[in-house]
């Protein structure tokens, strides 16, 4: 397919992907205070007549004129990328998938098929936690001090949330792609538990927007245990795959081990040998020999 052809292919993918963002967006439009109710939900707000004192409650609040409009925006457009998500990542692979190999196919098809369940879990565990993560944020507000809240943080704080717990759960599915593709061996998986162990505790401290050990703990966790099945499923896999290529697992610079032992010899047959031209063949094997100067050569 020529150049131009491909561009205009790119072209038309790229459109219908954006139709379908910008259709959802508008229906996100039409829908966003019910959107923005329900991703705050997690926030204790004050019920009417009762003032934020301490931590008992929040009040959510915009702080300045344009935010109510620019929140609503925001919004409508990251809803738009993230229900619109099948058809402009339909539109990508299509456009990709006619240079791959069949291979290639098949680990695309099972990395996408285990990726959108488990970014999926992720995104839910992080709905389940905020409420918790949201109280023992507001239980540190002293006594006298009131929680005003603005709606586009409290959104900020929402999506962030869902994203990192999302793309945390991932992480096992990259070391599982890499152990199809030969690069990394679950027996050196298995070696690195330890520190695997301590840099997910370290990664979920650290990449969690909240500071308490409520949300490390639940990311952590379940990012442990996918690791061990990530490295269960790795072992299985190399053994199935030194059953089939008993060399699979030998480094580039190794040499497989060869089996010198001699083979054992057999009789000794009689051969033949035949003469070099027609007039040297003896009476067995047609006319007689002919002589010259007691030599055969008669050339």
Request: proline share 6%; charged share 15%; glycine share 8%.
């Amino acid at each position: 397919m020529p150049l131009v052809e491909h561009l205009r292919e790119l072209r038309n993918r790229l459109a219908k992907g954006l139709l379908a963002v910008a259709a959802v967006t508008i229906v996100a439009l039409v829908y966003s205070e019910e959107l923005m109710q329900f991703l705050t939900r997690s926030v204790p707000t004050c019920a009417p007549g009762v003032s934020s004192n301490g931590g008992n409650c929040a009040i959510v609040s915009f702080n300045t004129l344009m935010a109510p409009f620019s929140t609503t925006i925001q919004l409508s457009l990251t809803a738009g990328l993230v229900v619109a998500s099948p058809v402009w990542l339909y539109q990508l692979w299509a456009f990709i998938a006619p240079g791959l190999h069949k291979n290639e196919k098949k680990y695309t098809y099972a990395f996408v098929g285990a990726a959108v369940p488990l970014f999926a879990a992720g995104a839910y565990l992080a709905y389940l936690i905020l409420p918790v993560s949201v109280k023992v944020l507001i239980s540190l507000t002293p006594e006298g001090s009131a929680n005003i809240l603005s709606l586009g943080d409290v959104l900020d704080f929402t999506l962030r949330m869902v994203l990192v717990f999302g793309l945390a759960f991932e992480l096992p599915l990259v070391l599982v792609m890499l152990n199809l593709t030969g690069v990394l061996s679950g027996r050196r998986m298995a070696r690195w538990w330890r520190g695997v162990i301590m840099g997910v505790f370290i990664f979920g401290a650290v990449i969690t927007p909240t500071t308490d050990p409520v949300g490390m703990m639940a990311l952590a966790g379940p990012i442990s245990i996918l690791y061990f099945g990530a490295v269960g499923f790795s072992l299985l896999n190399d053994r199935r795959r030194k059953r089939a290529n008993p060399d699979a697992e030998l480094d580039d610079d190794e040499a497989s081990s060869l089996d010198l032992t001699p083979e054992a010899v057999g009789g000794v047959e009689p051969v033949v040998a035949a003469r070099a031209l027609p007039e040297q063949a003896t009476g067995e094997h047609g006319a007689s020999a002919q002589r010259l100067n007691g030599y055969d050569d008669i050339t």
